[in-house]
């Protein structure tokens, strides 16, 4: 059975996919530079989708 990649991400998933420290992400997010989260319940989560739009407009700032 295959597993389908995970479409939401806890703010550890994110720290690990970034390399950076789950406090950095909780800061980022606090400070309005990070990807939209979503709060579901006492925990937050970015959706995939959202992460790679971040990703790429922040590829696209630091081009220019």
Do not use: C, Q, Y
């Not at 389908?4 to 720290?15: C, F, H, N, Q």
């Not at 789950?22 to 980022?28: C, F, G, H």
């Not at 309005?32 to 709060?39: K, M, Q």
Request: net charge positive; glycine share 6%.
């Amino acid at each position: 059975m295959r597993r389908e990649p995970k479409v939401w991400l806890s703010i550890d998933d994110l720290a690990a996919r970034l390399d950076l420290s789950p406090e950095t992400v909780r800061k980022l997010r606090f400070d309005g530079n990070g990807p939209r989260g979503v709060r579901m319940g006492k925990r937050v989560r970015f959706h995939i989708d959202d992460v790679t739009a971040w990703e790429e407009a922040r590829r696209e700032e630091s081009a220019r």
